[in-house]
Each structure stands twice: as C-alpha cells, then as structure tokens.
C-alpha cells in the first residue's frame, strides 16, 4: 500500500468509520443540520444540545464514507464540552489541516483530529473529511438549509 | 488481445492517452460511461480543421466559408448515416444529450404541454432526462409519472399501459441505464407509447457507443447523444427528431443562423435543422464527432457490440468471484457497465484506493440518484467498459478490489 494511503486510512480512522461515536439521536436537541455531499450522494445529520454557550451532547446519523463517518465521529468527540466558540475555532484549524496538510496547522491543538491530515494529499477527498465540520457550523448558526460540499 | 473479432490490441495503439502511468502504475479507464477516450483520428480532424479551414459557416462567401460549412453539413450527413435518420435535416447539432433533452423539453414540450397533462419517464433514468422534465411540469403545471424499475434493473411493463393516459404528452426513456447497463426494450415501448398516441424521445448517450441505434427500427421520435462518450469532442452532441415533429417545433434559443430574415418587428425564421442552432456552432466539435463515427464504422459496430457482450460477461464473472462484491442490476439484457457495492466498504473509499492502484472507475449516484433510491444505496462503485479495454484491465480491477479489501481487514 502507498504511504498516501496509509496515511489516509490510518487505524483510528478505519476504526472510527466502522464503529462511529455518538452515532445516534440527541435527546433534547437545540440545534439541528443536514449536510449533503451531491459528489456521492453522502447525507448526514448533526444535531447539538448547547447550554449557555456550550455544547453538552452532539450525535450525528446518516451515511457516508469511512473517511466522512471518521471525521464526524472524531468531531462529536472533540467539540463536546466545547464552547461554541471553541467548536468553530476547531473548525477552522481541520479544515486547514485537511486542505493544506499538517505543516500548516498547530496540531498539538488539534489532538486525535490530526488523524485527518492524510486528506490534504487527496483533494477529491477533502469534502468526504469536511462535510460534518460544515454541517456542525450551519447548525450553531442555525442555518436554515440543507449544507452542501458543493 | 482479441474478443469477437475485434482487434483491441490494435484499437488501444489508436487511443494516445491509454498510454501512460497515473500514481506511478500503467492506467487502467474503466470510466468511459462518464467520458469516452479520443482516437488520434478525431485528435486529427480537429487539429486538421483549425489548422486549415476554420472559418465560419453558412455565412462566408470565402473558400475557408465553405469549406467549414461543408466539413459542418459532411458531419450532420455521418450522423444521419450513424443513426440511419432519413434526412441529414433531421439532426440537430447541439452540446450534447442533456441540451438535446433540454430543447425538445422547452419547445415541443412547451407547446404540447399544459395544465393537468402527464409527462412518463422511468426511474432507470439520469437526472439529464428527470430534470428537464421536472422543470417542464413546473412551468406547465404538469405532472411527472415514473414507469417503475424491478430488483433487477428492468422496467417493470405490466402497468406500461395504464401509465399512458390519455394526459400523456411524452414518454422520455434511457436506451441503456448508466448506472446500471439495462437495455431497455426501446422498441416494444415505442410500439405501445404510440398505440396511445405518445411520442417517444429516447436518451441513447450509453447505447450509441456500444450497440448500432437504427431510429427507424426503433420509429421513436426523437434520439439523443453526446459526443464525449462516443469518443469524440466535449460539448457537441446530436438531436435527431421526425422531420414533421421539428418542423412543428417552436424555435429554441433566438440568434444568428436561426433566421431567414430579421425586421424590426418581426423574425421569419429559418429551416430545420438550422432553426434551433442559434449562433456559432462548435464546427470543430461537429468534424471531431464526424470523424469519431468513421472511426466506430471502420472498426464495425457490431465486432464493437460483441467486443461489449464478451467483455462484460468476463467482468462479471471476475467482480461476482471478489468475496464480499455484490453486483446490481441483473437485467434480462444488459451493456457497458458493471456497478457494484462492496459489504461495509462505501463506493467513495473504493474508488480512492483503486485510483492509486492505477485504475480509474466511477463511484457516487452516477447522477442517477431517484435509482439509487430504488436500490436502497446511496451510491455504487462503477466500472464501465469500452471499446478498448482488455481482460487485462478487468483483471487490474479485481486486484484492485483485494487491496481495497486488505485496507478495510
């Protein structure tokens, strides 16, 4: 296998795709969005539950590909107990991380996230790893329509 | 290698861009239902004509004029030739399949269209044919009607007639699925749409560049191509409509050409085809297409056809023995494509692996996402074959897939 592609799907990252956390419902939620990819076809939902500026639940469903379920998985992880804040702070930094690559971005703030850095070798891929971090940011905006990659 | 009579080792030394690597492996194009590759022979007749005879046409009185306006009619002949149209003024020169549907949608159905009426499709087409027709009903106040699709990728014809009401205006319908190979029975229909008294406009951008389409066998009424999948130019593409049906026809797009004469209150305008071929053409585009159906006609389509049927038999054979592949679509007669899914492994992850290994195949909805639904997927992974490729590239393919499935272990 090419190191790209072992760098793209590393352990955490194929774990993550087929064992998603906090893939379920949010009880309670206040803050919902849907993401759509037209690439591929690829949908998910994100919902929060944000307390005085803090996000104490998040959950996503839907469907995608290991690297889209990754990304959405290891995001719910991340931005819980976050405050909004934080949360589009994170959001800024992966998607420097996914587009530009590692060099560019203080990954010690990014912890286990800096396993997206394989995306930035694969341009077409950059959306798959991104599309929950937009639908995140649409739904602490409240965003009235469906996200899309495109 | 040789299937049916076709020499392919011979065809790929035609096809330059066959020849190369791509991530460091020798490239293997299993995606030609998205774009075809070009033989040097259509590369040449492009740069044949803007090296000597581009001009404008129809307009000049120039030498270069008019031999740019006879290379341009020469094309629209070969295209007649191609589809065994009548007439060469029954080919319409446009950008290709999705504009072709688009003009008949915004004239004929335009005008045939009202409130209240019904236009048919199938749930095996892409959104090229759902869209246009979508946007015809909404302006129209018109309802869109489905004929539905089986488990295995077939129409299903038993409720065919009580589709065609007496509302319906049209019936649009694919030749050959791109998403999943069907070949639909475009005859049988056509027969039983106009026994009701419907039109049919059939979209043939996947039959044309595996099968001979005879539009008079068929007697639909109107057949749609692009020229890129039939490996020539991007953005040319051919209409054929029945000579009274276009001539019935409400102009398209207004401009130069379209018209007889122009005064300030009124425009007389021009005959078919030239009517709905508002401005400069792409001349060019037209040579190349000419010159890529000389090239399919060199080779003979039916040792092309058969090329198809042997090559794709191999392919599912090949893909069904990869554990954990399941093929879709399993209609009675199929052509061009193989679309699979993988257990647990999504097409998108699929494609990215491959395309290191080399191999080039399609992965998504194939724009065909109210199909997808059908079969309960968001999105396969499709390999679809063409004239020039080889047992060889199905083979790469199937290492492919056992690498795709050492990453997902």
């Known amino acids: 296998m090419s190191s790209e592609l072992r760098d793209l799907y590393q352990e955490v990252v194929l774990d993550h795709g087929k064992r998603p956390r906090n893939f379920r419902a949010v009880e309670g939620a206040n803050h919902r969005a849907e993401g759509f990819n037209p690439l591929c076809g690829d949908q998910l939902t994100v919902a929060l539950k944000v307390e005085e500026g803090v996000i104490r639940d998040i959950g996503f469903q839907g469907q995608g590909c290991a690297i889209s379920r990754a990304s959405a998985s290891l995001m719910t992880g991340a931005v819980k107990d976050k405050t909004c804040e934080e949360a589009e702070l994170l959001f800024a930094r992966v998607h420097q991380l996914v587009t530009e690559g590692p060099a560019e971005v203080d990954t010690e703030a990014l912890g286990k996230l800096t396993v997206l850095s394989g995306v930035s070798e694969f341009p077409a891929r950059v959306k798959c790893a991104s599309l929950a971090w937009h639908t995140l940011r649409a739904a602490l905006h409240g965003a009235p329509e469906p996200v899309s990659t495109e | ?409």
């Not at chain 2, 791509?22 to 030609?32: A, E, F, I, M, Q």
């Not at chain 2, 475009?186 to 106009?194: I, S």
């Not at chain 2, 026809?249 to 030239?274: A, F, W």
């Not at chain 2, 194939?366 to 063409?386: D, I, N």
């Open chain 2, 1 to 409: 290698m040789s299937t049916s009579g076709l020499d392919v080792a011979r065809v790929r030394a035609d096809f330059p861009i066959l020849h190369q690597e791509v991530r460091g492996r020798p490239l293997v194009y299993l995606d030609s239902a998205a774009s075809g590759q070009k033989p040097q022979a259509v590369l040449d007749a492009i740069a044949h004509f803007y090296t000597h005879d581009n001009a404008n046409v129809h307009r000049g009185v120039h030498l270069l004029s008019e031999r740019a306006t006879e290379a341009f009619e020469g094309a629209r002949e070969k295209v007649r030739r191609f589809l065994n149209a009548r007439e060469a003024q029954e080919i319409v020169f446009v950008r290709g399949t999705t504009e072709a549907i688009n003009l008949v949608a915004q004239t004929f159905g335009r005008k045939h269209v009202g409130p209240g009426d019904e236009v048919l499709i199938t749930e095996l087409e892409h959104h090229a044919n759902i869209v246009p027709w979508q946007m015809l009903c909404e302006q129209q106040g018109a309802q869109l009607k489905y004929v539905p699709v089986d488990a295995h990728g077939d129409l299903v014809l038993e409720g065919l007639d009580a589709l065609l009401t007496p509302r319906t205006r049209i019936l649009a319908l694919t030749h050959v699925s791109n998403a999943l190979g069907t070949v639909v029975p475009v005859k049988e229909l056509v027969r039983r749409a106009h026994a009701k008294g419907v039109p049919v406009l059939v979209d043939g951008a996947q039959a044309v560049t595996h099968f001979p389409v005879d539009v008079q066998a068929l007697d639909c009424d109107f057949y749609a191509f692009s020229g890129h999948k039939l490996f020539g130019p991007m953005g040319i593409g051919a209409l054929y409509g029945k000579k009274a049906l276009l001539e019935a026809m409400p102009p398209y797009q207004g401009g130069g050409d379209m018209i007889l004469s122009v005064t300030m209150e009124k425009t007389v305008y021009n005959r078919i085809p030239h009517r709905f071929e508002a401005g400069t053409p792409d001349v060019a585009g037209a040579v190349g297409l000419g010159a890529a159906i000389d090239y399919l006609e060199g080779l003979g389509r039916e040792a092309i056809a058969a090329h198809d049927q042997a090559l794709l038999a191999y392919a599912e054979g090949a893909l069904g023995g990869v554990p954990g592949v399941r093929l879709l679509g399993h209609g009675r007669e199929r052509s061009g494509v193989v679309s699979f899914v993988m257990q647990d492994i999504h097409p998108h992850d699929i494609g990215t692996i491959l395309d290191r290994e080399g191999v080039a195949i399609r992965t998504g909805h194939h724009c065909a996402q109210p199909l997808m639904k059908c079969f309960g997927v968001a999105a396969t992974a499709r390999a679809s074959l063409a004239l020039y490729n080889t047992r060889e590239d199905v083979d790469a393919l199937v290492a492919g897939l056992h690498k795709v499935r050492e990453v997902f272990a």
